[in-house]
């Protein structure tokens, strides 16, 4: 796909601004708002942003400048209401580059772009296929009428006489799952744990269905690359949202342009779910499944976590996740964008209160009891007044010296003080967070490696946090 095959889908109604080379092939289409983003990106891509980069003071000189350096195909720009306008600075330093430039409606999703580009990525697949593997018009007129994994399983079983089942992942399956079950590795980019299960061995076969099988299991591949490719950039703006609702780093508005992204309401009812389970990676999928899209999921730590769409109340929605699920589940109070937070909270407290029951369980905010909670009934001024004597130090040397000391601490002591994880999350060598560390317990006089004092900072940044 050509970038200006992108600029050309009309129900995209993309807005160009600066037109570049746009007949540059298009490697992929990617969101990112990082400071210095060439170092994720592989050249050829087309980037989205809506300009959260600034808020960090990134100008948008270096920011293009950036992307230009990382040899990008073409940027586009998604005004966050209420600026609805791109900024001229903006403009002008993709212009200085010869930078082809869009910019992407208010009320287009960025996700929509990426399935755009991924459905025209599909299409290219699927010619070369259409021509050597004429006999399966019944698989692709299926296609046709609806795409999916499932639907070539219909085809294939229905060609063969048979039951057929995909297991994915090591565990999850779609389709008729036979007995007993043969499995049939997978070929395809990144398909290493996807086997077709077929309920007799290959070689067992008659000729044609052997071709019938060889035949499809191509179609099947894609069909799982296409669902991974869309779920992986859904995840990937899941992810990010989750980090800005349980860090506060960004704005209401913000929130509201991602969840509208993510096909949510942003004026709600949403609810935070939390899952606790042994098996946090594979719940995640589960529970992204089970809401379908009245939800988001993604895998936060050792849980999964999700914002639902509230139809009924917040217990019938905890006891549908326990149901299907069978963990520990909690949820948190229904609200706007800006209730997000709290409910997230809410979540995690009721799910660690239910997570010493064996057979598992579930428990919502207005069951919610914990002593982990009482800080909330304290007056707020005294809350932030002995805060502000704990942190103080820190405060000032961040503010003096543009430093990241506290937010550091805030992520190292919300990944349970484990070094690597944390570093990885705030895009850090070790070393570089280990000096923070030590930096923040000479401010401070507390040792990181005393329970009593990370609860005595933990508690103080949550409190700063909130007031």
């Not at 543009?402 to 990885?424: H, I, K, T």
């Given at each position: 796909m050509l970038v200006d095959d992108l600029l050309g889908k009309p129900e995209l109604a993309l807005e160009t601004r600066v037109r570049g080379n746009t007949q540059r092939p298009i490697r992929w289409v990617h969101t990112i708002e990082v400071r210095a983003p060439g170092r994720f990106l592989r050249g050829g891509e087309v980037v989205l942003t809506a300009g959260v980069w600034r808020a960090a003071g990134v100008t948008a000189r270096d920011f293009v400048a950036d992307l230009v350096e990382a040899d990008v195909a073409a940027v586009g720009f998604g005004p966050v209401p209420p600026e609805l306008q791109v900024p001229d600075e903006f403009v002008d330093a993709a212009r200085e580059h010869g930078?082809?430039?869009?910019?992407?409606?208010?009320?287009?999703?960025?996700?929509?772009?990426?399935?755009?580009?991924?459905?025209?990525k599909r299409a290219e697949w699927e010619r070369p296929l259409r021509r050597h593997l004429g006999q399966h018009d019944a698989i692709v007129a299926a296609l046709r009428v609806h795409r999916g994994v499932t639907t070539v399983l219909r085809t294939l079983s229905g060609q063969l006489g048979l039951p057929v089942a995909v297991r994915v992942d090591g565990g999850l399956v779609e389709g008729e799952a036979p007995r007993p079950q043969y499995p049939l590795p997978l070929v395809g980019e990144g398909l290493a744990e996807a086997e077709l299960l077929?309920?007799?061995?290959?070689?067992?076969?008659?000729?044609?269905?052997q071709a019938a099988v060889v035949q499809a299991m191509p179609f099947i591949a894609l069909e799982i690359e296409r669902n991974r490719a869309v779920r992986a950039t859904e995840l990937r703006y899941a992810w990010e949202l989750f980090e800005w609702v349980h860090t506060g780093a960004v704005g209401p508005e913000t929130v509201r342009t991602r969840l509208h992204s993510l096909g949510l309401p942003s004026d709600g009812p949403l609810a935070a779910v939390v899952v606790r389970s042994a098996n946090p990676d594979v719940d995640a999928v589960r529970l992204g499944e089970l809401l379908g899209s009245d939800g988001v999921a993604v895998q936060r730590g050792g849980e999964a976590v999700a914002f639902a769409r509230v139809r009924d109340t917040t217990a019938d929605l905890a006891r549908r996740v326990h149901e299907a699920l069978g963990a520990h589940v909690g949820a948190g109070k229904p609200g706007t964008a800006g209730d997000l937070r709290v409910s997230l909270l809410q979540a995690s407290h009721?799910?660690?209160?239910?997570?010493?029951?064996?057979?598992?369980?579930?428990?919502?905010?207005?069951?919610?009891?914990?002593?982990?909670?009482?800080?909330?009934?304290?007056?707020?001024?005294?809350?932030?007044?002995?805060s502000r004597a704990l942190l103080g130090p820190v405060l000032d040397h961040d503010e003096r010296r543009?430093?990241?000391?506290?937010?550091?601490?805030?992520?190292?002591?919300?990944?349970?003080?484990?070094?690597?994880?944390?570093?990885?999350?705030?895009?850090v060598h070790i070393n570089t967070l280990r000096h923070r560390m030590s930096r923040v317990e000479e401010l401070t006089g507390r040792s990181l490696s005393s329970t009593a004092d990370r609860v005595d900072l933990f508690l103080a940044l949550r409190a700063l946090r909130q007031s």
């Open positions: 930078l082809t430039c869009f910019v992407v409606p208010v009320d287009v999703a960025f996700l929509q772009v990426v399935e755009a580009f991924v459905s025209t077929l309920p007799r061995p290959l070689e067992e076969l008659d000729v044609e269905q009721a799910a660690e209160a239910v997570s010493g029951r064996a057979d598992g369980g579930w428990m919502t905010h207005e069951q919610l009891s914990s002593p982990s909670l009482l800080l909330s009934a304290q007056d707020p001024e005294l809350l932030v007044s002995t543009g430093g990241d000391l506290l937010p550091s601490l805030w992520v190292f002591l919300d990944a349970g003080c484990r070094w690597q994880e944390s570093a990885q999350r705030l895009h």
